[in-house]
């Protein structure tokens, strides 16, 4: 019986999401022969993504303003006992993104780079002798110098090639609304045990008089019942238009290579620990990814310790900001009921929201310290705060560890 041999090829992206894409679309710049793989339609909606970025994540993604449904000034924090602060700035603090839309962009970009991608198109399995495919022309096997796993949360194919999985996850559960938001440049955040265990809930406006409205729990909390809880209470009247969940990782993973393989995005922990937004950190990533899998692959380097050094750039890259938000999901998850209406009250004075609304950046959290040193007249105010958030950079365990 005649077999057929595995089909060669630089590089395999597995998860053709924003993250696997820019991968896809950095390896070719290096001169690879990429082949990217996503079991979903391009125009089927992803899980539980909110969508909300920072303004420069479009830069990192080399993406155009195309995918933006709308732009965020101000955010709005309700307490557990119903206290609002809202911190508003001139200037723009977030795009709210079309996720199918922002896909089939980055798909054409890679395309157009040289990248064949294929759609609904699995990847069974990750064997020594090749890939396994399964797709609607039926199964094929690929046999790439290296692969980058870009799956999201899936952990199935890691655990297969003995990556391990970020340390923590929590659970997410989003609906879109039919209601009007009070501003349609305003994201608000609900706090509280009874809204979201060890996380917090969400709305988000996304134009067309409609809301995302989401909230993620820590394990052992059921995200559906706090889901029901956050609608009847706060958006009663609202027609559900969808529902959708997920999970979200948090921590680097120690070891995000191993023989012939990379993992980006979701899979690695590329996620920013505090709100589990994971484009900016994961498009960076993704660049890293793709030079590197197109440098080993064509030089013929592709073993676990030739590819080491990919995990050493990503930590370069967003270590320091990760570990700053480990330290505020610590003190998130630490702080009582009535300690985050302490926390709220406090800081709503016109001062600090003003201070606030000038240097906040979802990006860039570890900042705001430097920043304060220029505003003494705040210090009194705002210290205590910082020094409890301090005294959890270590982590819970004083390791300070942000890998498994």
């Keep these: ?53 920072s303004p420069r994540t479009l830069d990192a993604l080399g993406a155009s303003k195309r995918s ?112 009007r938001a009070e501003a349609e440049d305003q994201v608000t955040v609900y706090l509280g045990t009874d809204v979201a265990p060890g996380f917090f809930g969400w709305a988000v406006p996304i134009g067309e008089g409609r809301l995302r409205v989401g909230l993620a729990v820590r394990p052992g909390a059921d995200p559906k019942e706090c889901m029901d809880r956050l609608l009847r209470e706060r958006f009663a009247k609202a027609p559900i238009l969808t529902r959708s969940s997920g999970i979200i990782p948090i921590g680097l993973v120690r070891e995000p290579f191993a023989d012939r393989l990379l993992v980006v995005g979701d899979t690695a922990g590329h996620v920013k620990p505090l ?23 064509l030089s013929g380097q592709t073993g676990h310790q030739d590819l080491a050094d990919y995990g050493i750039a990503c930590e370069r890259a967003v270590g320091s900001e990760l570990r700053y938000g480990l330290a505020a999901r610590a003190l998130l998850e630490a702080l009582s009921d009535r300690e985050m209406d302490e926390a709220l009250e406090a800081v709503d004075h016109p001062d600090l929201l003003r201070f606030l ?48």
């Design 1 to 53: 019986m005649k077999t057929t041999s595995p089909e060669r090829l630089d590089v395999l992206v597995i998860g053709g999401g924003p993250i696997g894409a820019v991968a896809a679309w950095s390896a070719a710049l290096g001169g690879a022969r990429v082949t990217l793989v996503e079991r979903r339609d391009v125009r089927a909606a992803p899980s539980a993504c909110t969508g909300l970025v």
């Design 68 to 179: 933006v449904l709308g732009t965020i000034r101000a955010v709005e924090a309700v307490s557990p006992n119903g206290h609002r602060i809202r911190v508003r700035s001139d200037v723009a603090k977030a795009f709210v993104l079309d996720r199918i839309q922002l896909e089939q962009e980055l798909h054409g970009r890679a395309h157009r780079a040289g990248v064949t991608i294929r759609r609904r198109t699995e990847a069974v399995s990750l064997e020594p002798g090749g890939v396994l495919l399964r797709g609607p022309e039926g199964e094929r096997t690929l046999r790439p110098a290296v692969t980058i796993l870009a799956t999201g949360h899936e952990t199935a194919l890691s655990r297969h090639a003995s990556v391990l999985a970020p340390p923590r996850t929590f659970l997410a559960a989003q609906t879109e609304v039919e209601q």
């Design 275 to 297: 709100s589990g937004g994971g484009l900016y950190i994961g498009a960076l990533c993704g660049r890293i990814a793709g030079r590197k899998a197109a440098r080993a692959a």
């Design 357 to 404: 609304a000038e240097v906040g950046d979802i990006d860039r959290l570890r900042l705001i310290p430097r920043k304060l040193a220029t505003e003494p007249s705040l210090w009194k105010r705002l210290l205590p705060l910082l020094t409890l958030l301090d005294g959890y950079l270590d982590g819970p365990d004083g390791s300070g560890s942000i890998a498994a």
